[in-house]
């Protein structure tokens, strides 16, 4: 059953519009994709990325990261309670939680996530990075999957695969700028294994021989959970696969590039061109129809409580119908993003030249 306060929704398009403008200006790759998912999941997408980003500005912005994290919980509270903060992002956040019946322990779990990072939290294996990047990122991609009105636990299971990879992306990708603000997600255990004391290096960090062999194994890892959600993304409205395989094999490519700079990710940072972008893009397109369909598998055991959040969250949810996107539309949306990326690649090429990549760690794709 669908909450009453839903018949007077808390957010008015202007503040849909204004989490628009704020994912247009925060991520313009994710902005682009997003231009590939019908309209009915377009819009609260927007609203999810708001919200995400919002959370992670103010976890950063904070003198005490703590103090942030304790007070994006309480505005966590009141959107569940359909009290929101009179803000654009808490409205439009309220609203899309009960109209897709998102369980609150999802949201609850990326804030986890950030608690930790204001820890300082450091982890032991891979599995303690997978536990981070399940909070982080795995959310992210388990509400996407409601909101293309999908709640099978297989099809989130591998959403949650896909997050995760992406996560472990992410950290390839950044270690230098995190070693530089004091942070190191790599497995120390791996560290070790090749000689390196976690303390010592972060006081220094550099790269060598050691670094890029722990870096090759990380990627190997997210490599397997790329392939491993392909199969959730077969399962996904017809309408939204093209976005959803746009961002898997876009993602997936910041791995190649770092792998094509000696795995060196410690004093350069990796980012993909413009044209190759609209090169994955066309491969997108083209593959969705045809991305297998496999077996259900068990979800990663650091992922299994999001799943089960969701099996245990049935009632009052309105679901969108995206997998009658006709064809015609799906054409014009491809056209769209070509365009956006054709005006994108040499501001990025640019920035990229000039060093001033965003850091955008969790949801920048």
């Not at 957010?11 to 997003?34: H, K, L, P, Y």
């Amino acid at each position: 059953m669908v909450p009453i306060w839903l018949e007077n929704p808390k957010a008015s398009e202007e503040d849909v519009a204004a989490c628009r403008a704020m994912i247009r200006q925060g991520s313009r790759t994710f902005f682009a994709a997003s231009l590939l998912l019908p309209c009915a999941v377009r819009s609260p997408a927007y609203t999810l990325y708001a919200f995400c980003r919002f959370a992670d500005d103010e976890v950063d912005g904070e003198d005490s990261e703590k103090d942030a994290v304790a007070r994006l919980r309480e505005r966590l509270a009141l959107a569940y309670e359909g009290r929101p903060l009179p803000t654009a992002t808490d409205r439009a956040f309220a609203d899309m939680v009960a109209r897709y019946a998102i369980p609150r322990a999802i949201p609850e779990a990326l804030l986890e996530g950030l608690g930790w990072d204001t820890e300082g939290r450091r982890y032991e294996d891979l599995s303690g990075v997978f536990a981070y990047s399940a909070r982080v990122a795995a959310t992210v991609g388990a509400m996407m999957t409601l909101l293309m009105g999908v709640r099978d636990p297989d099809t989130l299971a591998r959403a949650c695969d896909l997050g995760v990879a992406m996560q472990i992306t992410n950290i390839c990708r950044d270690i230098g700028e995190d070693a530089r603000m004091g942070r190191i997600y790599m497995p120390l255990a791996w560290m070790r294994e090749e000689g390196l004391d976690p303390d010592a290096w972060l006081a220094d960090p550099v790269f060598d021989e050691r670094i890029a062999r722990v870096v090759a194994r990380m990627l190997a890892a997210a490599d397997v959970l790329y392939t491993r959600a392909e199969a959730g993304i077969a399962k996904l409205p017809f309408g939204c696969r093209p976005g959803i395989l746009a961002a898997r094999i876009m993602y997936a490519e910041i791995g190649r590039v770092i792998e094509a700079n000696g795995l060196d990710s410690v004093s350069q940072r990796a980012y993909v061109p413009g044209r190759r972008k609209l090169e994955l893009l066309a491969r997108a397109f083209a593959a969705a129809p045809l991305v297998p369909k496999a077996e259900p598998s068990e979800p990663l055991a650091e992922t299994r409580f999001l799943v089960e959040a969701v099996e245990a969250h049935q009632l009052g949810r309105i679901r969108p119908d995206p997998a009658r996107t006709a064809w015609w539309d799906l054409n014009r949306r491809v056209v769209w993003v070509l365009d956006l990326f054709e005006r994108l690649g040499q501001r990025e090429i640019s920035a990229a030249d000039r060093g001033r990549g965003a850091r955008f760690v969790r949801l920048e794709t």
